[in-house]
């Protein structure tokens, strides 16, 4: 496989549920990201890992938990979460953060939560 | 605070030509992306501009006026693949993405 993936495509959750969405990328980069994407709205970056190390945490709340454990694997870890939660949650990556480099980005997964 | 505008909904016709508007306000400036994002699929990177100008690619082209804060994207020759939304994002002066909600491009037979 190239480019990056996500798993899985579509997630259907209760509010008391922990479920955890898996992004790898094969590009040999070394950043990778964590959006949301709500209807109409910006993409909300949530987390940035540079060198498998955590850069940034825009200030989400501690019912997401992310783990990178290398450079080509990235998760993002849900718990108890809320309605207003629902949203597609897409990984990127790029060759490095914090400069200008283009981010390539997974097919995302759709959450639902009940 | 950091801003970045650009029209909800544009139509166009199979065909024509449609230029899609971005303005920005952000605490400096390292460069300026157009993504296309289709219904249920990973936004792809379309352009990139960091000096002012036009940017052509193809049936795309993408202008960048950095004193007036202003892009736009240049669609040309309109397919119904072109149907997507359309996103833009600026890169601050801490080279941090701030991305508009994108515009949604219906093209019509």
């Known amino acids: 496989e190239t480019g990056v993936t996500q798993t899985p495509r579509h997630l259907v959750m209760g509010m008391t549920n922990k479920k955890s969405l898996k992004c790898e990328q094969h590009?040999?980069?070394?950043?990778m990201y964590w959006y949301k994407q709500s209807a109409k709205k910006p993409l909300e970056l949530m987390f940035v890992y540079n060198f498998k190390e955590q850069t940034e945490n825009n200030s989400v709340p501690s019912r997401f938990s992310p783990e990178c454990p290398n450079s080509s694997h990235l998760f993002l870890h849900l718990h108890t979460l809320q309605p207003e939660d629902s949203a597609l949650y897409l990984c990127?990556?790029?060759?490095?953060?914090?400069?200008?480099?283009?981010?390539?980005f997974g097919p995302g997964t759709r959450l639902l939560v009940l | 605070g950091q801003n970045i505008d650009q029209p909800t909904e544009m139509t166009a016709t199979e065909g024509a030509i449609v230029q899609i508007n971005c303005t920005y306000q952000?605490?400096?400036?390292?460069?300026l992306f157009w993504y296309q994002q289709h219904a249920g699929e990973a936004p792809t990177f379309l352009s990139y501009n960091v000096l002012d100008g036009l940017e052509e690619k193809g049936r795309f082209s993408s202008f960048l006026s950095r004193s007036k804060g202003y892009s736009y994207l240049l669609l040309k020759e309109l397919q119904m693949k072109d149907s997507a939304s359309y996103l833009c994002a600026v890169r601050d002066g801490n080279y941090q993405l701030i991305w508009g909600a994108g515009t949604k491009l219906i093209i019509k037979p």
């Open positions: 990127a990556s790029s060759h490095e953060a914090g400069v200008p480099e283009t981010q390539y």
């Open positions: 952000t605490s400096g400036f390292n460069g």
């Open positions: 590009l040999g980069h070394n950043a």
